[in-house]
């Protein structure tokens, strides 16, 4: 029963990136997994296109994560309760990977502009990649989200699976140089002359305990209308729901992802 459920599981996957794309494409991510499995060396990087659009995003091949985080966006729609946001303006997209939310946003809502914060260069250039064909409306920022504006060590292959989705940053150990510049959300808003945050997409790999640390968060809280953060341990679930205790809001799930939707302080207005 467990063997027919995941056959099931793999045939529904298989169809879901079919209808995601077309058919070439899917048989050519499809080939690409194959082969890497039996060890052959596949293309760096490959383009699908997307059916619903008729355009191109890139991927990396073999064992990339880039598969995953493409099937939770453009497959199983993590992302489409916020779909109810009414036209939002500003889109800041924490731990953009390689872009796959900031494209998803970008097509969804045409108005918005989208910045991209990453702080892994291999990761950036496949997002810059994504980006390009709305390159109007979005901007990369190789870069880190965290509670104070610093400079951290990258961190590869010792978090999660150890694959480029799980690459996290941290303060540099002794014998460590630092290679990141990470900046505070307060510093992020000055520096792109933000007012408002319409939709504020979270996923940093545990660095949800720096971002929502101490009172400062409050601050720029008031400032933000929609959340969507993937939470990693209790800990970082805790620090989240925490900092959002003096805030009304709609709580959704979807998938991995925790939604807070039409944020406002529960006492005073928003300054």
């Known amino acids: 029963e467990d063997l027919m459920g ?20 899917a048989t050519k991510v499809m080939a690409g997994r194959l082969a890497n499995k039996f060890g052959c ?11 619903r659009t008729g355009e191109r995003g890139y991927m990396r091949a073999g064992d990339s994560s880039d598969y995953e985080v493409f099937r939770q966006i453009f497959i199983e729609e993590e992302f489409k309760p916020l779909c109810a946001i009414s036209n939002p303006s500003v889109i800041v997209d924490c731990g953009a990977n390689v872009g796959y939310a900031s494209r998803y946003f970008l097509e969804v809502f045409p108005n918005a502009r989208v910045i991209a914060i990453e702080p892994d260069p291999e990761n950036a250039k496949v997002c810059r990649m994504n ?6 409306r979005s901007s990369l920022l190789r870069a880190a989200i965290w509670g104070c504006t610093t400079e951290l060590s990258l961190a590869r292959g010792d978090y999660g699976d150890g694959r480029e989705w799980a690459t996290r940053v941290r303060q540099p150990r002794r014998d460590e140089t630092a290679t990141v510049r990470a900046v505070d959300m307060l510093t992020l808003l000055s520096e792109q002359s933000i007012g408002i ?3 504020l997409k979270i996923d940093i790999e545990g660095s949800e305990l720096e971002l929502f640390g101490g009172d400062a968060c ?3 809280l008031r400032r933000v209308r929609n959340i969507a953060i993937e939470l990693h341990g209790t800990a970082c679930t805790r620090r989240f729901f925490d900092a959002l205790s003096g805030f009304r809001y709609q709580a959704l799930r979807s998938g991995e992802l925790h939604i807070a939707l039409n944020i406002e302080p529960a006492f005073g207005p928003v300054r």
């Open 131 to 136: 980006l390009a064909l709305h390159r109007d």
């Open 197 to 199: 945050v319409d939709l």
């Open 218 to 220: 409050h601050s720029w």
């Open 6 to 25: 995941m056959l099931k599981t793999r045939v529904d996957r298989t169809l879901a990136l079919y209808r995601a794309v077309t058919a070439s494409s």
């Open 41 to 51: 060396r596949a293309r760096e990087t490959n383009f699908v296109t997307l059916r």
